[in-house]
């Protein structure tokens, strides 16, 4: 039986006055509202009757109570008058589901083409940033009923991508570009286009306007990102600099993750910023608004609040006076506001100093101020570790707070913490002097020590797994090389591999990994002067064979995934890999200047890569300190009160990473998206308007942008519409359409999810072929 959408004649109490024709001879059917005409020729058709010999009837052999065309209802339907088929009788509400579909009890709604009883009231549904809900476990929040239904999720729904198959474009860029001339587009950077002997984009590039500080346009620290406007759209925020007065005249800026466009710019001079210093992001007073600390011009600690206006300046200046510093945020007490760590020094959430250690900041006294915060000795406190120097602490802020030297082990250096040795207990990676040192956590005694090929200071660890084999790898630059080493866990660090780079400004410029196709080895991205880079975990041959030809322990650039064309003089920064669009997808964030000699052959700005294939793996929609290690943070910007160990969390797969971006519970885990509850809207009386639910069944979520095509059988496409906002996983949104009455009613409409109209779709599913519904019959005539 055809499925029946009744939107405007509720087949409600259906009963006959069999023989009863009007005066014209057509027969009708009485209604608790009116007669309503079955036949519509006036010819004076008899109803049916039945009485067990094979006619219509009821089945107990009289006539019968219930006729429908030539069928008799049962006693549980009724007649639709615009099909003569029996429905399902459901008194004032329709059938849900697809037909015959069940009648809802009590205390049900029909969600979804089934009958469900919600749960209670609550406020909207989730998105990226925002995760925590009202309603209980194993359900969601409908935000357009404003009730907890069932949630969809399917925690096994995944799309595993080749591995090493992606293809990275820009999204959009900030900044001022660099004049490149050019005969073809490959003389061009990835996407842009040769036009007229110039190189040109073809993605939205923003350019600082009169107004907005235009001079300030180099960018060398790394960008963060975090939801300062709680519009489930996460910011990237960064220090920009005009280069005469780079270190000392800085503009904080933020701008709208999706777009490149501008949120706000602190340009107040009374306000201005160390250009290269990496702000860290967090609730640091549990208030529900994220607040930013940055480094002054004049080496003071400064808040900033979410919507950009200052708040406090230490009034101290930092004991760490090094250029391109980089706060870190945890909750030292377990109590009470978080508080802030800049080198040596804890500070609270006003601005006051509260302890002073000595020893402990970076790699000189020309470079950056990072610290690290981990706990150490398993006393759920966390300790402070600033080079080869951890500080341990007791006590409660405003009450008896302070703290002591719990080791020393060594110089100065920049830091990592994991669980090299899968034994519960942490290490700590300190890279100094060229090398990379493993100390013991908790006693700070020195493991294993590895020489940086090519020499150079050496740039801040990162932890993860390189190779897939379930062992936590490092890796670092040098001022000719980067390399990454493994440990065997006793005395004892080994090359994986290395590869050619070009930093002889700085030597120590940080890098971030991330698995990007879900295979279980982490690619690297690095930028040095000249490039941007992203290796594989292992060279392709190893990966194959670890006798391969070419499995030579020297990555090539023949061997990596992707490179283009960027510049920077070089600090400590790093590229970021996070959600910053809101759709649960892994995109990249790189920060591009050429005001210095060494690396000046690109553009000046931010530049956010995604992939153009969809390949790239669900991630986090937060990266907020130099420092970021995933449980230092959640993906709305709280400091936990008592923060889990990264190694440890989660219990059945720990992150047990360092500058490395999650990708959540389930690998490749993916969205499924369907379409349910298809309804006219309106009397379709000039108008034909419809409303369609947009389900997400898989584990993964979608952003906003979701493309969804009504078409009707006999006009073809009726248009396409977008999702507004986030569908996590489980959970669905009501999208809608209103066009003309395409000719006579009743209209057959269907819907297609991820179509945009023309057969092209955006998103790798888990199940490709459940994207479309219908047709479903809508606005029956009547008569």
């Not at 005469?244 to 466009?261: K, P, Q």
């Not at 030292?332 to 006003?350: Q, V």
């Not at 700590?428 to 020499?455: C, E, H, K, Y």
């Not at 449980?631 to 889990?644: D, F, H, L, R, S």
Request: with cysteine; aromatic share 6%.
């Amino acid at each position: 039986m055809r499925h029946v959408a009744l939107t405007l004649v509720s087949l409600t109490a259906l009963t006959v006055a069999c023989g009863d024709s009007g005066a014209d001879g057509d027969t009708t059917l009485g209604t608790e509202e009116g007669v309503t005409t079955i036949d519509g020729s006036g010819t004076g058709d008899e109803l049916p009757t039945g009485d067990g010999d094979g006619d219509p009837g009821d089945g107990d052999g009289d006539a019968c109570t219930n006729p429908c065309g030539d069928d008799c209802c049962a006693a549980d339907e009724a007649c639709d008058p615009n099909t003569l088929e029996c429905v399902l009788d459901c008194g004032d509400t329709d059938p849900c589901g697809v037909a015959p579909g069940e009648c809802c009890g009590d205390g049900q709604i029909c969600y979804v083409g089934q009958c469900v009883i919600p749960g209670g009231p609550c406020s909207e549904l989730g998105c990226a940033t925002q995760t925590e809900s009202d309603c209980a476990e194993g359900e969601i929040c409908d935000g357009d009923l404003g009730l907890c239904v069932p949630n969809l999720a399917d925690e096994t729904c995944t799309f595993m991508p080749e591995p090493g198959v992606f293809d990275p474009v820009p999204r959009w860029s900030w900044g001022v570009r660099k004049p490149r001339n050019c005969m073809i587009d490959s003389d061009c950077q990835k996407e842009e286009i040769c036009d007229n002997g110039g190189c040109a984009v073809t993605w939205p590039h923003h350019v600082p306007q009169p107004d907005d500080y235009p001079q300030h346009h180099q960018v060398m620290a790394s960008p963060m990102v975090a939801d300062l406007d709680g519009d489930c759209i996460p910011e990237v925020i960064f220090n920009s600099y005009e280069p005469s007065s780079w270190t000392n005249n800085g503009v904080l800026r933020a701008v709208h993750g999706d777009t490149g466009e501008k949120l706000w710019s602190l340009g107040d001079p009374a306000w201005r910023s160390d250009g290269t210093a990496i702000p860290a992001i967090g609730d640091i007073d549990y208030d529900g608004d994220l607040e930013i600390v940055n480094v002054s011009a004049d080496q003071h600690l400064q808040l900033i609040d979410h919507e950009g206006n200052p708040i406090w300046k230490t009034a101290n200046v930092l004991a760490a006076n090094l250029v391109s510093g980089a706060p870190a945020l945890a909750n030292f007490d377990l109590s009470g506001d978080a508080e802030i760590a800049h080198g040596r020094e804890i500070y609270a959430s006003d601005g006051s100093l509260l302890w002073a250690g000595n020893g402990g900041l970076g790699t000189n006294s020309s470079y950056a101020t990072l610290s690290c915060v981990a706990d150490l000795d398993g006393d759920l406190r966390p300790e402070l570790i600033g080079g080869g120097t951890a500080y341990t602490f007791t006590g409660t802020v405003g009450v008896d707070f302070t703290g002591s030297t719990m080791w020393q082990s060594g110089g100065d250096g920049y830091c990592g913490v994991a669980d090299f040795q899968l034994d519960g207990i942490p290490e700590v990676v300190v890279v100094r002097g060229g090398n990379i040192v493993i100390l013991d956590g908790p006693t700070g005694a020195q493991l294993a020590t590895f020489s940086i090929p090519g020499g150079g200071s050496g740039g801040a660890p990162n932890i993860a797994d390189f190779d897939g084999d379930g062992f936590p790898d490092i890796g670092s630059a040098g001022g000719s090389r980067y390399v990454v080493v493994q440990f065997d866990g006793v005395n004892t660090m080994t090359k994986l591999w290395d590869a050619v780079t070009k930093d002889v400004s700085s030597n120590r410029t940080g890098s971030s990994v991330f698995d990007f196709d879900g295979d279980g080895r982490s690619e690297v991205i690095y930028a040095d002067e000249w490039y941007l880079r992203i290796y594989p975990g292992v060279e392709p041959d190893c990966a194959l064979d670890p006798a391969g030809p070419n499995c030579d322990q020297n990555m090539t650039d023949a061997e990596i995934l992707f490179i283009d064309i960027t510049s920077s003089g070089t600090r400590v920064e790093y590229p970021v890999v996070a959600d910053v669009d809101g759709d649960f997808k892994a995109e990249l964030v790189v920060s591009t200047n050429n005001n210095f000699d060494q690396g000046n052959i690109g553009d000046a700005g931010i530049e956010v890569f995604e992939d153009r294939l969809d390949n790239w793996v669900g991630t986090l929609p937060i990266w907020n300190q130099h420092t970021y290690h995933i449980t230092n943070v959640n993906a709305a910007g709280q400091i936990p009160v008592v923060e889990p160990n990264n190694w440890e969390f989660p219990m059945s797969k720990p992150y047990n990473s360092y500058r490395r971006n999650s990708q959540g519970g389930v690998d490749g885990c993916a969205p499924d998206l369907v379409a349910q509850d298809l309804q006219a809207v309106g009397m379709c009386i000039d108008e034909l308007g419809v409303s369609v639910r947009i389900c997400n069944q898989g584990c993964l979520g979608v952003g906003p942008g979701v493309d969804v095509t009504f078409s009707e059988t006999n006009a073809g496409v009726l248009g396409t519409v977008q999702t507004t906002q986030a569908i996590p996983a489980g959970g669905c949104v009501k999208v809608g359409l209103s066009v003309p009455l395409p000719g006579a009613a009743p209209f057959e409409v269907s819907v297609s999810v991820d179509d945009d109209g023309m057969g092209g779709n955006d998103f790798n599913e888990c199940i490709e072929d459940n994207n479309d519904f219908g047709p479903v019959e809508l606005c029956p005539t009547i008569g």
